[in-house]
Every structure is written in structure tokens, then in C-alpha cells.
């Protein structure tokens, strides 16, 4: 089995919230652990709207979701949280002597001194795809929202993949699969002939249709067939018009939205209203003592779901985590302009 890790902190979610939840516990020098279910930090900036411009973070005039993300793990850097990114906390329980035991589907287990839910709206999880035919795809012959690295996109060399999905995810994986010379022209199917994403990729997706390297269907998917070993080996489309195509295939790579699901926290035996985490907004400490919450998933008088409201609980809540944790430390308010050991933790001097 996996160790244990044994951690001050344990940080649920790498939205922008859980990013700067990381550093504030950093910055009074807890250790952090911070998971997300995602391949990527960010949250719903990255996934929902990474290349809007954010026009209301204090004295950021502008900055895009992605470019915020980035700027917050800058500034998370220097503190050096462990990271676990893909990876789904499914259990959390309170121990006799306070600290808490977590654990991740894949077994990475957790052993904090407080826990830090900065889950949004749940973890993402790629929508289904349904049609007959596709029991025991996944993982071997239907990928959904592979990663976009040359690393993770060199397993298709040589396959006849079609990327089911019309919005810049599906475009991207596309586009990347096309402009490969290992795999033969990628097949791209929505159903509708309206491709959403930003100007630039539109045209990059055009030409590559020019080129013929992506062949473009408007029609959705009727069933699936494998061989008797399980392996794919075609699929009928329905067009718009009532006809059916078949086409030969070796994978599909679905990239049709990611929706949150709030999972397994709800049984975690916190108090929810309104499927929130009741919080006290003085700790943001749940019902449970040692266990926080803050952004989207906190619930209480006045909550407004806003990046810079998440950055105000991240902060009360390690302030309070740090007294139950080090009540040695209690001291003055230290601030970063002219602390020392601030400075130092940030790697300044
Ligand atoms: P999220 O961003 O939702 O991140 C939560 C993370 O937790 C996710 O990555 C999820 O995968 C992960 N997670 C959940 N459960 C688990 C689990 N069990 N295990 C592991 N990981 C888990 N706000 C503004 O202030 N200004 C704006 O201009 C603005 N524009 C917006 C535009 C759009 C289109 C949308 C949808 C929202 C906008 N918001 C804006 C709201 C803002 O994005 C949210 O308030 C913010 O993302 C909340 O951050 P968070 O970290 O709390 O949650």
C-alpha cells in the first residue's frame, strides 16, 4: 500500500480558491497537500472560461482565467505544496485524536491536521457518452478529455481516432491529433455544423479540414461494435438527415463538457444547506472542528460566489487552522511587506 502522508493541511481542490488557500496556510508556514480532480490546476477558470478576460481582482485590471491560474501558482511556488492533480478525494473522517484521515480513489492516503474543502461546485467529471457498444471502451478505446501534451497524445500514433465534441476542448484534441504526422486524418464529429471556441482555433481547424488531415461530421453517435477480444472496431453515425455512416475506427477521444459533481463530499457528514458547506465566517470551519471550507462550496449570510470573496475565507480559515495547530505561535499579524520570516518562507531572502 501507498504511505501515508502525514500533512499540517489538506487542501480539497486546486480552483483559484484552494490555490490561494494553499498559500496563505504556506505562508504561516503549515505543509500542504493539495489534490484536485483534474489534470490541471485552475478550476472553473481553466475549465469554464479560461481565455475571458476577469475584470474584478483587487488591482489585476485584467487577466484571463488561465493567466489568473498562473499567477496564483507563481505565487503558490516558492511554498512547495505536494501535489496530486487527477486525483478525486473520495473519504474523509474525523480521528478520535482530532486529526483527520482522507484518501483519494487511487489510494493516496492523507493523515491532516485540518482540512481545507475548496471544492466549488464538485469535481468535474467528463459528460457520458451513451449509445449501445460501448461497455468496457473506456480506458483502452474511448478516452474522455485525454490530455493535450505530446506526451499524453503520442498513444494514438497510428490509430483512426474520431474526437466526438464541438466546443475548444474537442477542437483542441482534434486540431493536436491532426497537425500529428504518426496518425492517419483525424476524424471530428458534433451534432451541429457550429464549432464553438476563439477565432485563432476556428481557423486552425479550417485549414486542417482544408489540408484534409480533419474530416468533419454534423451527426451523432448510434452504437458502437468491438470484436469478440473487446476492441473497437467501428461506429454508426446518425446524420441530420435520417442516414446512417459507418466508420472504421480504432478509438474515440469525447471531449462533450465536464460537469461538476459535488460527489462524495455530501457524505462526509458536514452540515449542507442548499448543497453549500454551512460555514461560521469568522474560521470558516464546517460543522466539523478542523475541517474548513471556502469559495463556492461555503455557505453563509451574505455569501457571494466571487473569486476575491473565496481569497477573504482562504484566509480566515488558515488563520484559524494555524491557532488549533500552533496555538505556541499566537502572535501579532505578520505582514509580507515587512516580515522577515515571511519573506524567507516566500524565498525573498
Ligand atoms: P472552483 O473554481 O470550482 O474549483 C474547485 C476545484 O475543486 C475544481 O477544480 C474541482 O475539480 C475540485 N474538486 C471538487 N471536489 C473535489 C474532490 N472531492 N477531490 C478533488 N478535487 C475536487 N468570479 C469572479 O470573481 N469574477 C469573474 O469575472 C468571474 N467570471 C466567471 C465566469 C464564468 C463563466 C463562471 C462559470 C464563473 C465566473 N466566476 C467569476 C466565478 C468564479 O469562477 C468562482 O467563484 C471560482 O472559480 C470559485 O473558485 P473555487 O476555487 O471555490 O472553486
Partial sequence: ?????????LVVGAGPVGLFQAFQLGLLGLSVQIVDALPQAGGQCVELYADKPI?????????SGRD?????LAQLAPLAPGWHLGQEVTRLARRDDGRFDAACADGTAFDAGAVFICAGVGAFQPRRLKAPGLDGLEGRHLHYHPGTAPAALARFAGQRVLVIGGDEAALLRAAALAERDDLPAVQLMHRRDV???????????????????????????AAARQDEAGRLLQVDIALPDGSARTLDLDTLVVCQGLSPRLGPIADWGLAMDRKLLVVDPATF???VPGIHAAGDIAGYPGKRKLILCGFHEATLAAHAAHERLRPDERGPLLYTSSSALLQRRLGRI
Avoid: K, M, W, Y
Fill in 68 to 72: 489568473l491560474t498562473d499567477r496564483l
Fill in 195 to 221: 464549432l464553438q471556441a476563439d477565432a485563432a482555433l476556428l481557423a486552425r481547424i479550417d485549414a486542417l479540414r482544408q489540408a484534409g488531415r480533419i474530416v468533419f461530421h454534423a451527426a451523432q453517435l
Fill in 55 to 63: 475584470l474584478d481582482i483587487p488591482g489585476i485590471v485584467e487577466s
Fill in 1 to 9: 500500500a501507498a504511505p501515508i502522508l502525514r500533512t499540517d493541511a
Fill in 285 to 287: 470551519e464546517t460543522s
